[in-house]
């Protein structure tokens, strides 16, 4: 069970074109609630502008939530042009794996970016994928995350101290 995601972020947007091209990233799956949006559903700051970039280097981009509200979803994904799944109930592999076909790329090309350990980080490194965990956008959720997830939280401070001695 590899929880660890190989890189951890504030955010997408931090995504560099060239960390993409780093790892030979040519495809990206994103998460929606706490990644893409916010409490609100509002897109976080800067992320249209993002995605424009990213679509400039002909990367293919494509949603898969595990929410059940299709409209939700649907109405993000219509904004930002991407294909969508939604219910995809990671960490289990069907989303993924449709998400790949759609993209047409192998596994290794592929990063999946969210917010969740046991669902984002935990289906992607089991679909051998480049698992990229970025900070939930709503501090109310990170509250819920500190109380609720406690194995998420002791995984967090592992990566953290890593990424403090890597910067040392
Ligand atoms: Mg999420």
């Known amino acids: ?11 997408v ?3 560099t074109v060239q960390m993409l091209n780093q790892y030979q990233i040519k495809g990206i799956i994103l998460d929606v609630d706490n990644t893409l949006i916010d409490y609100d559903k509002l ?6 502008k993002w995605i424009d970039k990213i679509k400039k280097e002909k990367m293919k ?10 409209n939700k979803v649907e109405t993000i994904a219509k904004k ?7 219910l995809a109930m990671k960490p289990l592999k069907g989303g993924f794996k449709k998400a790949q076909e759609l993209l047409q790329l192998e596994s290794k090309n592929i990063a999946v970016v969210g917010d969740q350990i046991l669902t984002d980080v ?9 698992s990229i965990l970025v900070k939930p956008i709503n501090e109310k959720d ?8 406690p194995l998420e939280n002791k995984i967090i401070e592992k990566i953290e101290k890593q990424q403090r001695k890597r910067r040392k």
């Open 1 to 11: 069970m590899n929880l660890y995601p190989k890189l951890y972020l504030n955010n």
């Open 13 to 15: 947007t931090e995504i």
């Open 43 to 48: 897109l976080i700051e800067g992320l249209e």
């Open 61 to 70: 981009l494509c949603i898969v939530s595990n929410s059940n509200d299709k």
């Open 80 to 86: 930002l042009d991407i294909p969508y799944f939604y």
């Open 122 to 130: 935990w289906g992607a490194n089991r679909c051998n994928m480049f």
């Open 142 to 149: 990170i509250f819920i995350t500190k109380i609720k997830r």
